[in-house]
């Protein structure tokens, strides 16, 4: 599957444009923690940087479908739509992202980062929305950091999710740092 055909894909099933930006911004940070891992941690991945990315662009594909029912099944759902237009890696990433929901649990690195950073980027985020200007470019690891023990400070990115990073020996800082530099070359598509 194509970027382009992922895109066709997201916007005939997502209406809401939030939701689309935060798949555009958890593809951003899956091929940056990609790169990360392939690169200065020497990992070596039988999935592609592209498989990665697209994974994090299409893994709520679903989420507007499954939310009337609690969201039973998401993630699932979205696998099972994809079928044979994705990979079974990438299908498996989807599909365990949502493991409360779908009792997929993730095993291997691609899935525990598509957990982690999908889920960072709604800290991300709300850390940059309560800034004066708004914008990602003011952002700091520091202040995502001091935002993340803040257990009030938004509340729907599960630190307990984030923190699964550290089961593949990826620390919080630096998914934090990738995930930022990720979400911030990208921030004129976000609208931060």
Request: overall charge negative; proline content about 1%; aromatic content about 6%.
């Amino acid at each position: 599957m194509s970027k382009d055909q992922a895109l066709t894909e997201l916007h005939v099933n997502l209406s809401n444009k939030n939701l689309i930006k935060h798949c555009l911004a958890t593809e951003a940070v899956m091929g940056g923690l990609y790169d990360l891992l392939t690169g200065s941690k020497g990992r070596a991945y039988t999935q592609t940087r592209e498989e990665w990315s697209l994974a994090g662009l299409l893994h709520d594909l679903d989420y507007e479908q499954v939310a009337k029912d609690e969201y039973k099944n998401h993630g699932l759902v979205a696998a099972d739509q994809l079928g044979d237009l994705i990979t079974l890696d990438m299908r498996n990433a989807i599909a365990s992202h949502g493991c409360e929901f779908t009792g997929v649990l993730p095993k291997s690195d691609f899935d525990f980062c598509l957990r982690s950073g999908e889920t960072l980027t709604g800290l991300v985020v709300a850390s940059a929305l309560v800034l004066p200007s708004k914008k990602l470019a003011e952002l700091t690891v520091g202040s995502i950091l001091n935002r993340f023990k803040e257990k009030s400070f938004a509340k729907g990115a599960s630190r307990e999710v984030i923190m699964e990073c550290l089961s593949i020996n990826l620390e919080l800082e630096e998914l934090i740092r990738v995930s930022l530099e990720a979400m911030q070359s990208i921030a004129s598509e976000l609208g931060l």
